[in-house]
């Protein structure tokens, strides 16, 4: 996402600013989520793995409903949709990775 000139996260002002900062933070912690992944799957192999798999993918459905049950479809909001959308993202993403990364270190 190329943005001239990029908005100034640190205090966004304007909405626009506000939903393109929201939304890095979410891919953010979406590369954390990712990498966490990594590390449980070097970690666990045959059943193990694929119900870690199973859960995995049941537990993106979830997030994204959840979001989508919290924040409605976009076609019923207005400019702040996005923001409120990323913000959920990221929230149960950032929760996801500490699972993750918390049973990684137990099975260690």
Known sequence: MRISPPPECKEPITQSDMNI??????????????????????????????????????WLAFRDAQCLAENGPRSESGTIWPLLQ?????SLTEARTKQLRDHVEIEH
């Open 21 to 58: 900062c929201s939304y890095r933070d979410y891919l953010r912690a979406d590369i954390a989520l990712n990498e966490a992944w990594q590390e449980l799957t070097r970690s666990t192999s045959g059943d193990q793995r694929k119900r870690h798999l199973d859960a995995q993918r049941k």
């Open 86 to 90: 990323n913000t959920c993202l990221t």
